[in-house]
């Protein structure tokens, strides 16, 4: 407990008033003279021990309330947390500021970050003097002691949203961490927030607990700045059916429509940007806007040429937060591969290339005999793909190898006429397999697939869970030994073996499938491996032929839409290509980037800035290239926590959050005083008063 006034606390010493005042005014008793004094008598010792005891009560009433009266003006505290020292000693103060994008968001014309830095800069003021301040915000803002005051309302006046900034709750962590480092005995964390959901991940809250509980004394406030009741119509996360197409294909368009506020017509609309930068409508959608019910978002596909597209999806007309009204998108649409097949009996690889044609327009299938293999130049192909080979030479392995090592992509699918084994296990054909090759295995069992593993099963995402590989089973295939360090199984057979593994072979990719795909229904002398492409109705083997394929030719690699914050990878086509490219940002920017001359990509370890970015290059090495960046739909929701959610979040039983600045002034008060009992007390002083006046008053009636 601590005093703002603790030399008043000698005012108790005016307890020795109401005891000087006892002594000269008791009453004596009073001398009767009556006839019967034997009556008198016997009533003379009751009486007196009756005064004793209401003097006795009426000098406690005194005493109390003088004592509780000099209590009072000493104004006493309950600390909040450890020993300050006092109200105007320096403290150690982070101030985090909210700049997520839902701090955008525009009340009568004012985004709340605006408010944010109006009473920050306030703040900042009422701190003690020779205090230490830290101003902690964007990612780009670091966690370290300002210089001085000046330095930290420099920062809070430079205070932007910031879509790629993390959530506010590792910023908390971060400002905790630096105050716990500092040796003055008052620590102090302003948070800034809206109180937005999204900034609340679950690792961030358990970090702050752990670190709270740590570290008890450091005083944390809230001031909230968000509204309580936001209008606001937005879009969710933005999903193509692929960012990378074959020329004269067709891309869908998916998203959604959030909406709080009363019930309103809304229009979306799907607009393409050329690169003169002209946008061309391609799409529009009027949809019945309900809060609390997502309304689906989905246009026709549309058909486009050769080459990049960008564009974006908005919502027509504006509202109070402009980040989510947008979401922008880049389409890589690519001439057709072409894909090398090799096999003994070509007439075997109708399977195969009928499940390519039949699932993808991005890929042509050129089949040669495997003798006229080392006749093919090679790297005028996309991939090759080995169907049930024989024994190849030395000089056939050689050849794959140097087309695989600088970036190519290659499979084989083993199958009855790769024997013998030996002939697999060489050095230079173990230099491509996952493994050494063992035996056949001959039991009956089937695939096992998990479409999140592995982008080669991308094409089954949507129905893994229904693909009934038990109607499609194997009898025979390949036993494989020890798998090469590097290797991944991408699929298994329900026995536990492996059935498709993917090894990298310097910078290319080589897919190693155990049981081939080349086997006829109807086989003279013996039975077929498997009946994946001969069953009734093989969509399953139809959809993973085409994710391999697509996979072999970088189909499925290629993203070129990314959230805000991310780290960004975007491959270059093979060929001549320069050292630097110029990256043209939504801020009509231009920014120099290297290549990576290993991967042949450009790498961006995050971007902030939303919109489409376009990466060129020109003279004989060409580059047009592209990407996009999107905020996180959940970043925009707002969605506000509760003062129970908040507590829940940093483990504790209340949490002090200011909505002004007298909210503000009040809860630091209590953190560096302590509670005041001042209005308990004086509330005491009354009532002792009240008593003592009530008791005297029959007291004294009663004895005259």
Known sequence: MTFVTPALLFGAALMAVPVVLHLIMRQQPRRLIFPPLRFVQARRE???RRLRLRHLLLLFLRCAAVACLALALARPSIQGSGWLGGREAPVAAALV??????MAYRRNGKPRIDDVREIALWLLKQLPPDSDVAVLGSQYVPSVFSVDRAAAAAIVERMRVDPGSPPVARRVDDALRLVDQSDKKQ???YVFTDLNRAGWPDAASRAIQARLKQADDIDLYFIDVGVADPMNSGLGDLRLSSDTIPA????RFQTELLHRGPESQCGVELLLVDASGKTSKRGNVMLNAREGTPQPVEFPPIVLDAGLHQGFVRIVGEDGLAWDDARYFTVDVRQVAPVLVAAPYPQRAVFFTNALLAGSSALRCEVVPQSALSQQQLADFAAIVLLDPEPLSQQAWNQILDYVEPGGRGAIFLGPAARPADALNSAAAQSLLAAPLIRHWHESTYLVTDARTHPALGTLQQFEVSVP?????????WQMGELAPDAQIIARYATGHPAIV????GRGKFITVTTPVSDPLNLAGRAPWNVLPTAPDPWPFLLLMDGLASHLVGLNEARLNYTVGE???????AGPRPNIVLVETPDNDRIKQPIDPQQNRIVFTSVTGVGNYRIRAGGGAAVDGGFSANVASE???LDRASPGELAAWLGAADVPIARNRDEIDRNVNVGRVGRELFSYLICVVAILVGLEHLLSNRFYRAAT
């Not at 004269?248 to 891309?251: D, K, L, Q, R």
């Open 97 to 102: 500021i909210d700049t997520g994008p839902a």
């Open 635 to 637: 970043r925009t929701l």
């Open 567 to 573: 780290p960004v990878s975007v491959k270059l086509p």
């Open 248 to 251: 004269n294909g067709s891309v």
């Open 502 to 505: 993917e090894r990298p072979v």
């Open 46 to 48: 009751s009486n007196r």
């Open 187 to 189: 620590r102090e964390v």
């Open 469 to 477: 590989w038990q109607a499609f089973p194997v009898a025979t295939f």
